[in-house]
């Protein structure tokens, strides 16, 4: 088996792509190469900018290429689902793995889902390192989540939401994005305070630093509504830690006390449960990607 993998993750607003060593569970030469995409895009746009991406890590003939993307997705196909999401929506019904057959050096093609290989690259790298189980949160445009043990991404069992999901989970008899998400927290601090044009969430968190209470409390409600809805699942899962990354989760100061508040007052069987920012925020994906390559796989698929 080739020891190197090439992979690339891609987002809502860019696209990263490099290689990663599987023997010394490393970037190889540290370098990662990204390019803006626009997932409002035509499909055209968005698979020219995955191109263009893949082609700048140096090609290395033989390869694996392991993709991670967000869902909905067909991960055994390579076909995206995306309809009515907000993104990506150009894509939606295009078979991916045959749209990017020219990767560089690829001999095969693996899809992951974007939250699953944040998670397998804090286990096998990173902050959930040394512990059978785990749970991955990320905070960005919604919630992402994953559900490990024994290094295997699980979508059923005790303690895990369907499909592995924490999206379709409700809090107050609506869907959790609609508390805990760039949007919702836009929304609920601009009907707090009736500001036009609205901050977005990065500006919020500055403003929570400095002193504005209702950014904190609007920050607040939501990661302790995150951590209500996980509460009774992580409960039954027995997770040892439970990593949360993403774009939001960079403001760990602001996400750690309302989240572990949000977990006890839930069930109290969560106060164990360690919880830590991302160790690897922006190659745990990447090196998440390579470790799932190398998973038993129904989604791999030589290229002819």
């Not at 090609?59 to 993104?87: L, M, T």
């Not at 990017?100 to 050096?105: A, E, I, K, S, T």
């Not at 409700?170 to 009907?191: C, N, Q």
């Not at 904190?216 to 990593?243: D, I």
Request: glycine share 12%; proline share 8%.
């Amino acid at each position: 088996m080739n020891p190197v993998v090439s992979v690339m993750d891609v987002g809502g607003t860019h696209v990263t792509a490099a290689r990663v060593d599987v023997t010394s569970r490393s970037i190889v030469n540290g370098e990662s190469f990204r390019e803006p995409l626009d997932g409002q895009g035509s499909a055209a746009e968005i698979l020219s900018a995955m191109l263009r991406c893949a082609s700048r890590p140096p090609p290395q003939p033989g390869s694996c290429w392991s993709v991670a993307v967000p869902g909905p997705f067909d991960y055994e196909r390579g076909i995206a689902r995306y309809a009515g999401v907000g993104k990506f929506d150009a894509l939606n019904g295009i078979d991916l793995r045959t749209a990017l057959r020219h990767l560089p050096g690829a001999t095969s093609i693996t899809f992951h889902n974007d939250a699953d290989a944040f998670l397998a690259g804090e286990w096998w790298a990173g902050a959930a390192s040394g512990h059978r189980a785990a749970v991955g949160i990320t905070l960005g445009t919604g919630v992402g989540s994953s559900f490990l043990r024994d290094g295997h991404i699980l979508q059923h069992g005790p303690g895990v939401p369907p499909e592995g999901r924490a999206d379709l989970l409700r809090y107050g008899g609506r869907p959790l994005e609609e508390t805990v998400s760039r949007h919702a927290i836009r929304r609920a601090y601009a009907h707090a305070t009736g500001q036009s044009p609205t901050p977005d969430v990065r500006e919020i968190t500055q403003r929570a630093r400095q002193g504005d209470r209702t950014a904190t409390e609007v920050l607040a409600r939501a990661f302790r509504a995150l951590g209500t809805v996980l509460g009774p699942y992580l409960a039954r899962f027995e997770p040892g830690v439970v990593v949360v990354g993403g774009s939001i989760a960079a403001s760990w100061d602001l996400v750690a006390l309302p989240l572990r508040s949000g977990l006890t007052g839930a069930d109290r069987r969560t106060v164990a449960i360690a919880l830590e920012p991302a160790l690897h925020p922006t190659e745990a994906p990447l090196l998440g990607a390579a470790y799932l390559a190398g998973e038993p796989d129904p989604g791999r698929s030589t290229i002819g």
